[in-house]
């Protein structure tokens, strides 16, 4: 199989195709469109976990001016998603659930979000097989 080179001939990097233009991500960048399984299961390869709300929303909030950047995609946190206390929760059934699966929490906001919601106790919801949105993840050491 033919290794993808960059013009210079060193190593590409990964490739995606973004509004129909194949672009090199940057090392640095957030992995996007990624479902919770996926989030856990390389967390699992790597020794490594996902935080949960509490714990990104703590880090969030202690060094949102020291280095702890969110916003380039929603992050999946551990655990399901429940309400906030006071919030009752939805009745309705979610749309491609399979029986029993519950809705996990996403926390912070993507590039898409309006900024005025992009802050670190926002919270969004998806089926952890869902890998249609700007979803990535951060992990935590064991």
Known sequence: MPRATSRNGGPAGLLVQQAGRLLQLSPRGAACHVSAHEADAWCRWAGRRLPTGAEWEAAALAFGGRGFAFGDVWEWTLGTAGPYPGHRPSA??????????????????????????RHPRVRAFALPSHDGMFSGFRSCAL
Not at 99 to 115: F, K
Request: proline share 12%; charged share 25%.
């Open 92 to 117: 309705a059934p979610v749309l491609g659930a399979l029986p029993g699966e519950r809705e996990r929490a996403l926390r912070g906001g993507s590039a898409q979000t309006v900024p005025r919601q």
